[in-house]
């Protein structure tokens, strides 16, 4: 049996705003999907239970899209995953890495990032029509990424961030989301029809994600705080936010966070984000807030390494 594991993702800063080409920045949670293979007489997919009529239809296309890419090996998969669905935190990015990479290790290919990556696109088009690839480009990096994409470009250019001090973040699960799908084309309707006032805002909400990568870089946790309280305002400036999302932000900020705002498509539900400078401090504010939620360090593999190497 082989198995492979693709951590979900938040977007610290940029959401949207990368779709139309400006900067965002992102972070491999602790939590993800894995994916087990075992050989069987066809390549199938062990369709997980309790997921609706259209998930289960995405799931089926993008299974189909990785099995095809690679060959079809004679495995059968089997998904678990410890986050949260359709929620916003890269899930079926996760689940996209986590199939590409153990259906080509069973076909005996080598998982290169660029092949990963090919594979990994196809499935994620099945859930999300275009994205813009930040979800499984964070998924595939395992790690602290700032990213950007032309438009009119298929791939987007990653580059590895690493902060000098760890980010811990609250995520908290407000209400239900309608698909991202949904809220992404209203936002689009609505720029089509404003398009000055739309293409501003977004612009501005790149110019803080840059911010946003120099304070994380500089281990300034104020300063992406900060950052990340703005990208909220704008956020909801842009009509991406709702009551219940904005008071959970809020109850964050209040229960000590540096920096709080909505991560993902947002809309009238979905996941918040809160980051603390102590993991005891972002377990307090879960617990403290009511809601469903977690925290998680942002894994950062350079940080990773040179603790590895101190120590
Ligand atoms: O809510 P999620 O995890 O599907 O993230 C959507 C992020 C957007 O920037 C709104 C869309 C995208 O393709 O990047």
Same mark, same amino acid.
């Given at each position: ?7 979900? @993702? *938040? ?8 779709? +139309? ?13 894995? #994916?087990? #293979? ?18 289960? @239809? ?25 986050l949260p669905i359709s929620m916003?935190?890269?899930s ?22 660029? %092949?990963?990556?090919? *594979?990994? +696109? ?37 580059? %590895? ?13 407000? /209400?239900? %989301? %309608? ?77 000590? #966070? ?10 009238? /539900? ?42």
């Open positions: 049996m082989t198995s492979a594991f693709g951590p979900g @993702k *938040v977007i610290l800063l940029g959401e949207h705003a990368v779709v +139309y080409g400006a900067q965002a920045i992102a972070g491999a949670l602790e939590r993800g999907v894995t #994916a087990e #293979a075992r050989p069987a007489a066809r390549c199938s997919l062990d369709m997980p239970e309790g997921l609706s009529a259209s998930v289960r @239809k995405q799931l089926r296309c993008a299974f189909d899209a990785a099995a095809d890419a690679t060959g079809r090996p004679s495995v059968q998969v089997r998904l678990t995953s410890d916003g935190l890269g079926s990015a996760a689940l996209s890495v986590a199939v590409s990479r153990v259906l080509m290790e069973a076909a005996g290919a080598r998982p290169t990032p660029r %092949r990963l990556g090919e *594979v990994a +696109y196809a499935m994620e088009r099945c859930f999300h029509g275009t994205p813009s690839g930040l979800d499984h480009a964070c998924s595939l990096a395992a790690g602290l990424i700032s990213y950007r994409k032309a438009p009119e470009k298929a791939q987007g250019r990653v580059s %590895r961030l690493s902060s000098p001090v760890p980010l811990q973040l609250a995520v908290l699960l407000v /209400g239900t %989301r %309608r698909p991202a799908r949904a809220t992404i084309s209203a936002l689009r309707e609505r720029k089509e029809r404003w398009p000055e006032r739309y293409a501003r805002t977004l612009r501005e909400i790149g110019r803080i994600s840059g911010e946003g990568r120099r304070a994380v870089l500089e281990g300034d946790l104020e300063g992406l705080g900060d950052a990340m309280n703005v990208n909220h305002g704008l956020l909801c400036a842009l009509g991406l936010s709702s009551a219940a999302l904005d008071g959970a932000v809020h109850g964050l900020r209040q229960a000590g #966070a540096l920096g709080a705002k909505l991560t993902g498509a947002g809309g009238d /539900g979905g996941a918040i984000i809160g980051l603390f400078d102590s993991r005891r401090k972002a377990d307090n504010a879960v617990a403290a807030s009511g809601l469903p939620g977690f925290t998680s360090t942002l894994e950062d593999r350079g940080r990773t390494r040179r603790e590895e190497i101190e120590s």
